[in-house]
């Protein structure tokens, strides 16, 4: 059963810092592209950033990049998204998900797209606020 898992979200401090992991259970990471996006009250999903599955290749949104670094250890099945220097407006319930690619793209679009994701996770809450 092909399963995703988030955790490490919580309240923090404008400019302080987390990073939030992504578990993957039930199948071969190693073949898996990743996602990071979030929703917030009121709004639509958006794209956060995207990894391809050998690690070498990551995108971006605008809003995060310099910010936000995406990273993956196939060996544990789990990716990261370390967010630093965190703003009020990236309050959100972030999520991870999963798409079979394999290689050394994201899949095309992403992380503005998330057409090409099949599976998710249940996401976690950031909450930026002082």
């Known amino acids: 059963q092909v399963r995703l898992v988030e955790s490490g979200g919580g309240l923090v401090q404008p400019g302080g810092s987390l990073r939030l992991s992504c578990v993957i259970s039930?199948?071969?990471?190693?073949?898996?592209?990743i996602g990071w996006f979030r929703q917030a009250p009121g709004k639509e999903r958006e794209g956060v950033s995207c990894?391809?599955?050998?690690?070498?290749?990551?995108n971006y949104a605008d809003s995060v990049k310099g910010r936000f670094t995406i990273s993956r250890d196939n060996a544990k099945n789990t990716v990261y998204l370390q967010m630093n220097s965190l703003k009020p407006e990236d309050t959100a319930v972030y999520y991870c998900?999963?798409?079979?690619?394999?290689?050394?793209?994201?899949?095309?679009?992403?992380?503005?797209?998330?057409?090409?994701?099949?599976?998710w996770g249940q996401g976690t809450q950031v909450t930026v606020s002082s």
């Open positions: 998900a999963a798409v079979f690619l394999v290689g050394n793209h994201p899949p095309p679009g992403c992380p503005y797209s998330d057409y090409a994701f099949s599976s």
């Open positions: 039930g199948f071969t990471l190693d073949y898996y592209a």
């Open positions: 990894i391809s599955s050998s690690g070498g290749s990551s």
